[in-house]
């Protein structure tokens, strides 16, 4: 299968959410980028912030003196010897302050307490990756590729110190396991980081992780669409025509008569109809073909994907094939000359409707689980 690196036109595209269609702007890191340079300072600890993605490796962590000197020489080595983005996250522990503990005293009040270890500390963590979701498959991989890596900066030497947490547990089970378990054994092939975990982002609030979904009124204005993008299987699709009304969105007014069933026609309606009579051509000429309607306007989509592409070690992204196929189908001709801007062309059309100029991988919209409790209840 021969990988096609992904089209500069649909840089910043790839992670797009169908809700961001909205005015919702995407985060920063949802934007892959096809030449990805991985700086590797040495020294540098490149200190983790809420512009890197959401989902990452709690690699290893430190703590102690010399905590900081090792995280650093960690992370220069991830990444320039193994080529991945690791960042540094700092925690202070603050056991030597007293805290309320469970129940009430005989004055009424919760009791004061202190920890039994009253020192304070700071740990610092080492993390690895941007990833967009926690099943993301090149989490799994790198995942599995750092449990069974060797860097010499957490090399347990005779008689060297180390500042990893439970790093001399892990050598001595280590040592028990060498003589219960063959040499070929996988569990004696694990490193020093064989009990780094997927992690979310520690900067970013916890309301960020909580299920997102569609709206009940988005949802009844996809009802009954025969081929509603609601339905698609998987988690990614390429939208190839995008048809916009007159917003309604701040206009009181309108979303009053909308929610009462009073739409003005002249605003949605030719939308709709453009898209559903595009699905209907495309479904008819075998394609995969989905139709999905929001506040402002209407698309059509093609395709159902597990994933969009794959990040390879050098830094690039590969697109999954069949995607570049749809995009390079239904996208406008674009001629590229050495030395000046791409030259763009015609649309191409379907049943006298355009499609988009580039046609780009987004999210599939899912239903929040409160909405589809709420219409599974209502069913005889």
Excluded at 300 to 328: C, L
């Amino acid at each position: 299968m021969i990988a096609r690196s992904l089209s500069w036109l649909a840089l910043g595209a790839l992670a797009a959410m169908v809700g961001s269609q909205s005015a919702v702007a995407a985060p920063p890191w949802s934007k892959m980028v096809l030449f990805k340079h991985l700086e590797a300072k040495e020294g540098e600890m490149y200190s983790l912030t809420d512009q890197n993605g959401p989902w990452m490796i709690m690699a290893a962590s430190f703590s102690g003196e010399g905590a900081e000197e090792q995280a650093r020489s960690l992370i220069y080595e991830l990444r320039k010897q193994y080529k991945l983005p690791a960042y540094s996250y700092q925690k202070k522990f603050e056991f030597s302050k007293p805290v309320r503990g469970i129940g009430l005293d005989p004055q009424g009040e919760q009791p004061l307490m202190r920890y039994q270890r009253s020192k304070d500390f700071t740990e610092i963590a080492v993390l690895v990756g941007d990833f967009p979701t926690v099943d993301d498959p090149e989490a799994q991989k790198v995942l599995r590729r750092l449990k069974s890596a060797q860097p010499k900066s957490l090399s347990v030497e005779a008689g060297k110190s180390t500042n990893q947490s439970l790093a001399g547990f892990r050598h001595l089970q280590k040592q028990v396991l060498e003589t219960l378990l063959p040499e070929d054994s996988e569990e004696l092939k694990r490193g020093p980081m064989a009990s780094a975990f997927v992690a979310t982002n520690p900067i970013l609030p916890n309301e960020y992780f909580v299920p997102k979904g569609i709206d009940s009124f988005v949802v009844e204005m996809n009802k009954g669409v025969p081929h509603s993008l609601l339905d698609c299987p998987e988690r990614y699709t390429v939208k190839v025509a995008t048809f916009t009304g007159h917003s309604v969105i701040l206009d009181q007014k309108r979303m009053d008569a909308i929610d009462k069933g009073q739409m003005p026609k002249s605003y949605l309606e030719d939308a709709a109809k453009s898209a559903h009579v595009l699905t209907e051509a495309l479904r008819k000429k075998g394609y995969q073909a989905y139709e999905f309607h929001d506040r402002g306007q209407s698309m059509v989509t093609v395709g159902s994907f597990g994933s969009v592409g794959t990040r390879r070690d050098d830094g690039k992204i590969e697109i999954n094939p069949a995607v570049h196929t749809i995009m390079r189908t239904f996208g406008a001709e674009t001629t590229v000359t050495p030395g000046k801007a791409p030259e763009v062309g015609k649309q191409k059309k379907l049943a006298g409707i355009p499609f988009d100029v580039q046609p780009v991988p987004v999210e599939v919209p899912r239903r929040t689980l409160s909405s589809t409790y709420s219409r599974t209840a209502n069913l005889p």
